[in-house]
């Protein structure tokens, strides 16, 4: 089992910044693919980006690429999402996933993401 905490949500202006973080626990992290995905008020949830089990293959949705960067640290159990270039539909809330195989299994609990001025 796989347990997953994000932080690092937040509001913040049109153009800003955040970095979400996600820490794992439980399993070996450094086995597993990871990703970021988000949910938006009265929408479905959304693939972001993902990256691999070790940080050297990494994809992401039309929508955030050039802007958002996924990153991991197996040293600290961690995957981050840095979030450049913010717009309002970029509000949601995020969540941290795990994947065994082709399907995320284990999932947090969600970190809030407001773009507003």
């Known amino acids: 089992q796989l347990q997953l905490v994000e932080s690092g949500g937040g509001l913040v202006q049109p153009g800003g910044s955040l970095r979400l973080s996600c820490l794992a626990s439980g399993r070996t992290f450094n086995s597993y693919a990871m990703g970021w995905f988000r949910q938006a008020p009265g929408k479905a949830r959304e693939f972001v980006a993902d990256?691999?089990?070790?940080?050297?293959?990494?994809s992401y949705a039309d929508s955030v690429k050039g802007r958002f960067t996924i990153a991991r640290d197996n040293g600290q159990n961690t995957v981050f999402l840095q979030m450049d270039s913010l717009k309002p539909e970029d509000t949601a809330v995020y969540y941290c996933a795990g994947r065994e195989g082709d399907e995320y299994v284990y999932w947090g609990q969600g970190t809030q993401v407001t773009v507003s001025s």
């Open positions: 990256i691999n089990w070790s940080g050297g293959i990494t």
